[in-house]
């Protein structure tokens, strides 16, 4: 996801289908690798959002 912008992300949201804040991380820049601890989260469709320097972008993911 990161890879498609050139911005820095600034911080990775995790939502449910109902678009529910989940979990939520802020990142320092620099960091190449975001990722979200998915431990007790049922197996599903989610969205993450992420807030970049140039905006906030929303991708569906599934989580197996």
């Known amino acids: 996801l990161v890879n498609e912008f050139t911005s820095n992300p600034r911080q990775v949201s995790l939502l449910n289908i109902s ?3 989940l979990k939520s991380c802020i990142f320092d820049h620099g960091s ?3 990722s979200i601890n998915t431990v007790g989260i049922n197996p599903g469709v989610y969205f993450v959002r992420l807030l970049t320097d140039q905006g906030v972008y929303l991708r569906k993911v599934i989580i197996n």
């Open 19 to 21: 678009g529910e804040l």
């Open 32 to 34: 190449d690798l975001i």
